[in-house]
């Protein structure tokens, strides 16, 4: 890690989004354990690695190059539709 680490607010000014989307990032595994110390519920974050990481590519079985996908190419969620008038019981 870097001598600077960078509290979360100022990594979702960096990489342009949202606190709450750094902690969603963290929760899936997008940012690895590896970029950022954790002292409490304090994080502090190396910026260069964190956005290396969210970058990174893979080496497939094959030798293959394959790019991760990033975080802005993950689709969204498919939101559910509910009829709460229907008479059908489940």
């Known amino acids: 890690m870097t001598d600077t680490l960078v509290p979360i607010e100022e990594l979702a000014k960096k990489v342009t989004v949202s606190v709450s989307t750094v902690r969603a990032w963290l929760r899936k595994g997008y940012i690895p354990k590896n970029t950022y110390l954790k002292i409490g519920n304090t994080y502090r974050f ?41 008479d059908e019981d489940f």
């Open 46 to 86: 190396d910026v260069p690695a964190v956005i290396a990481a969210l970058t990174a590519t893979t080496v497939g079985k094959e030798g293959d190059v394959e790019q991760t996908t990033s975080i802005e190419e993950t689709p969204e969620m498919e939101q559910m539709e509910f009829d709460f008038n229907s």
